[in-house]
């Protein structure tokens, strides 16, 4: 059972950082790509970065340059380092993960997404 743990969010005035950590557990096989999302309530869920297996990276435009995805494949474990944080970074951060999953046999069972729970970041004025 694949279980993704967030952590590091918090609240923080304008213009400070915040680090957050997304952990895999329960993995088979092969993460292949991980993110953050985030979503403001009443608002639709929006993609803030994600990383590929190969370190691909991807960004919204409202976050480049402030904010960076990295991954330790090691530990199974995603990292986003926000800077220069603004109000409107304000939002409910979401992990996800597409991972293929190996049987115990090696057999390929697939590729699944998955959410975390999600961790409160609040930027104060």
Known sequence: QVQLVESGGGSVQAGGSLRLSCTASGVTGNINIIGWYRQVPGNERELVAT????STTNYADSVKG???ISRNNAIHTAYLQMNRLKPEDTAVY???AVITQISYRGTNLGSFNYWGPGTQVTVSA
């Open 66 to 68: 402030r904010f960076t």
């Open 51 to 54: 990383i590929t297996s190969s």
């Open 94 to 96: 979401y992990c996800n």
